[in-house]
């Protein structure tokens, strides 16, 4: 009996080393399976940046042309639009448009429900959400602190720029735009995008 107790002493090392080399091995699971959960979790918040900020973009668009079909629309008070050579600003943070004077009643009727319509859009008061508890509806805004700038670009040739401004999510290079400038910070957080309005004239014929 002595003999064979000598013979299996020997084993109990080699279990507890192969006991040691299992649980390096369960830790260094561990560990990488930690390391893939936050490569996940990053690309999981970047994918969700990213399609936070195309959201806004085609928001932005949408309005850029809403506003653009509007002063097409109502051309012969233009200038209305743009408070003349003063530019208008709509939007967070900006007052009330002023009243158009210009052109007919109807025109200047029309032209003060554009700017007021377009203003309404822009801090999201006409997109609604009513929450789960069932209470009142709330405004969820089309972007993050969204601006609308209209200004005379050369009031000869009757040439009108309209630009949305709005707040992005991630540094990148300021745009040359200045609607919202210096309004959110950081101005290389600042978005905006614009477009440029000639009306045109008809020609008399002799």
Same mark, same amino acid.
């Given at each position: ?30 560990v990488i399976l930690l390391v893939a959960l936050l490569g996940t979790a990053g690309l999981v918040t970047r994918s969700g940046q990213t399609e936070m900020e195309s959201y806004q973009r085609v ?17 012969? =008070?233009?200038?209305? $639009? ?7 600003? !709509?939007? %967070? /943070?900006? &007052? +009330? ?58 009031? =000869?040739?009757?040439? $009108? ?7 992005? !999510?991630? %540094? /990148?290079? &300021? +745009?040359?735009?200045?609607c919202g400038k210096d309004q959110y910070g950081n101005d290389a957080y600042r978005r905006a995008v614009s477009t440029q309005i000639r009306i045109g004239t008809l020609g008399t014929v002799s």
């Amino acid at each position: 009996m002595t003999h064979r107790t000598s013979r299996l002493r020997p084993s109990l090392p080699v279990r507890r080393e192969q006991g040691g080399f299992l649980l390096i091995e369960v830790l260094v699971a561990v560990v990488i399976l930690l390391v893939a959960l936050l490569g996940t979790a990053g690309l999981v918040t970047r994918s969700g940046q990213t399609e936070m900020e195309s959201y806004q973009r085609v928001q932005a668009l949408a309005l850029l042309q809403d506003m653009a079909a509007r002063i097409n629309a109502n051309r012969q =008070v233009a200038t209305c $639009y743009a408070n003349g050579a003063n530019g208008v600003l !709509l939007g %967070t /943070t900006a &007052a +009330p448009p002023a009243a158009c004077v210009q052109g007919t009643a109807a025109q200047q009727a029309t032209a003060n429900a554009d700017l007021l319509a377009w203003n309404t859009a822009l801090l999201g008061s006409a997109e609604l959400r009513t929450d789960a508890s069932g209470g009142a509806a709330q405004p969820v805004g089309a972007m993050i602190g969204a601006r609308g700038c209209i200004e005379t670009v050369d009031a =000869v040739n009757q040439v $009108y720029r309209v630009t949305v401004a709005w707040q992005g !999510l991630a %540094t /990148t290079g &300021a +745009p040359a735009l200045g609607c919202g400038k210096d309004q959110y910070g950081n101005d290389a957080y600042r978005r905006a995008v614009s477009t440029q309005i000639r009306i045109g004239t008809l020609g008399t014929v002799s």
